[in-house]
Nanobody
Framework: QVQLAESGGGLVQPGGSLRLSCAAS????????IAWYRQDPGKEREYLSC????????YYADSVKGRFTVSKDNAKNTVYLQMNSLEPEDTAVYYC??????????????WGQGTQVTVSS
């Protein structure tokens, strides 16, 4: 059973920062890629960013480029999403998933259960 577990969400004020973690177990992510998504109630899930374990290349959606940074720790099988300059519009449940990572992303079927991020004063 492939398992992905997000953590690090919480309540932050506008302009603040959070670092989310995606811990993978049941498989090695070294030959795959991990993406971050978010979803508000009643909306479609939105792709944010992905990182490839093969060459370390990263890709970002225009909505978060310049504010969010994706990184990885191979020894811990963990991918991070550093989120800066957060605004109320960033409030959502954040998910990680296994994907084909590139200019176009394709989900491969494994998702975490999400972590809530709330940006409010």
């Amino acid at each position: 059973q492939v398992q992905l577990a997000e953590s690090g969400g919480g309540l932050v004020q506008p302009g603040g920062s959070l670092r989310l973690s995606c811990a993978a177990s049941g498989f090695s992510p070294n030959y795959y890629a991990i993406a971050w998504y978010r979803q508000d109630p009643g909306k479609e899930r939105e792709y944010l960013s992905c990182i490839s374990y093969s060459d370390g290349s990263t890709y970002y959606a225009d909505s978060v480029k310049g504010r969010f940074t994706v990184s990885k720790d191979n020894a811990k099988n963990t991918v991070y999403l550093q989120m800066n300059s957060l605004e109320p519009e960033d409030t959502a449940v954040y998910y990680c998933a296994t994907v084909l990572c590139g200019p176009v992303v394709v989900a491969l079927g494994s998702w975490g259960q999400g972590t809530q991020v709330t940006v409010s004063s």
